[in-house]
């Protein structure tokens, strides 16, 4: 129904144009529909611009060509972009680097720092809401982007790689932290990955991308019930589906 439909994206291209050449065509008629509250995984050779449909979604950059639609007609608001790198302002303890949107927004200093140390109790950083940025490991400030992102409740988060940075054991503890978190917030999420079985854990649907220029050849819906527990992987139906996925991306990296 399209009362469930948070955003549309039309017919998207984008070309990035230099003096010297005719330009780098990246994205060639991307069409995506987003619902309301369901989390979507954006998957696909690496180059093939997936941060560059992030950046449009998020109304950072303008496509070339295409529209973005919204169906209630008005945009997403709050939209939060969570990048791979946690982008936190090193002149600000960890506690006020979450409480910022809260700040900009108005929001008085007492009662965003509150929220802000709710959120970093949730991701268990409850002792370093006074650190500074560069006293944290990568897997910390990354958690404390992503809180960032989260106490603005956002209509629509759009995470950019956001684990990809970090070693295999950090990357898989946060995968089960925001399957937690999946259960409690009312956002759409889309989420740019290279690792399926983090995609297949934690999404409702998968898109996959072809190479650059960049267009999406599939689309695969999860049929795994939520809420959903890390043993999932080691299931034989898992294990079948992350196959299918991996044919389908290979089969565009190598050309075939």
Same mark, same amino acid.
């Given at each position: 129904?399209?009362?469930?439909?948070?955003?549309?994206?039309?017919?998207?291209?984008?070309?990035?144009?230099?003096?010297?050449?005719?330009?780098?065509?990246?994205?060639?008629?991307?069409?995506?529909?987003?619902?309301?509250?369901?989390?979507?995984?954006?998957?696909?050779?690496?180059?093939?611009?997936?941060?560059?449909?992030?950046?449009?979604?998020?109304?950072?950059?303008?496509?070339?060509?295409?529209?973005?639609?919204?169906?209630?007609g008005k945009e997403p608001d709050p939209r939060a972009i969570v990048f791979q790198n946690s982008n936190l302002l090193p002149w600000l303890p960890t506690v006020d680097n979450v409480a910022l949107p809260l700040l900009v927004h108005g929001?008085?200093?007492?009662?965003?720092?509150?929220?802000?140390?709710?959120?970093?109790?949730?991701?268990?950083?409850?002792?370093?809401?006074?650190?500074?940025?560069?006293?944290?490991?990568?897997?910390?400030?990354?958690?404390?982007?992503?809180?960032?992102?989260?106490?603005?409740?956002?209509? %629509? !988060? +759009?995470? *950019?790689?956001? /684990?990809?940075?970090?070693?295999?054991?950090? &990357?898989?503890?946060?995968?089960?932290?925001?399957?937690?978190?999946?259960?409690?917030?009312?956002?759409?999420?889309?989420?740019?990955?290279?690792?399926?079985?983090?995609? %297949? !854990? +934690?999404? *409702?649907?998968? /898109?996959?991308?072809?190479?650059?220029?960049? &267009?999406?050849?599939?689309?695969?819906?999860?049929?795994?019930?939520?809420?959903?527990?890390?043993?999932?992987?080691?299931?034989?139906?898992?294990?079948?589906?992350?196959?299918?996925?991996?044919?389908?991306?290979?089969?565009?990296?190598?050309?075939?």
């Amino acid at each position: 129904m399209e009362n469930d439909i948070l955003l549309e994206a039309k017919h998207i291209q984008m070309t990035f144009f230099d003096t010297k050449d005719d330009g780098l065509h990246v994205l060639d008629d991307i069409s995506l529909t987003l619902k309301k509250k369901e989390f979507v995984c954006l998957i696909g050779p690496s180059g093939s611009g997936k941060s560059t449909l992030v950046r449009i979604l998020g109304g950072l950059l303008e496509p070339t060509g295409g529209e973005l639609v919204y169906p209630d007609g008005k945009e997403p608001d709050p939209r939060a972009i969570v990048f791979q790198n946690s982008n936190l302002l090193p002149w600000l303890p960890t506690v006020d680097n979450v409480a910022l949107p809260l700040l900009v927004h108005g929001v008085p200093k007492k009662e965003a720092r509150r929220e802000a140390e709710n959120w970093l109790q949730l991701f268990g950083l409850g002792d370093f809401a006074n650190e500074w940025p560069n006293n944290l490991s990568g897997g910390m400030a990354q958690r404390v982007a992503i809180a960032r992102a989260l106490i603005q409740k956002p209509q %629509l !988060l +759009l995470m *950019d790689e956001p /684990l990809g940075a970090l070693d295999a054991m950090t &990357r898989e503890q946060i995968s089960l932290e925001l399957m937690a978190f999946r259960e409690q917030i009312d956002a759409t999420v889309l989420m740019v990955t290279h690792s399926i079985s983090e995609a %297949l !854990l +934690l999404s *409702d649907r998968i /898109l996959i991308y072809s190479g650059r220029p960049a &267009r999406i050849i599939d689309e695969m819906k999860i049929p795994f019930p939520r809420p959903r527990q890390p043993e999932l992987r080691d299931t034989i139906e898992f294990m079948s589906m992350a196959k299918v996925v991996r044919k389908k991306i290979f089969s565009q990296e190598s050309g075939q």
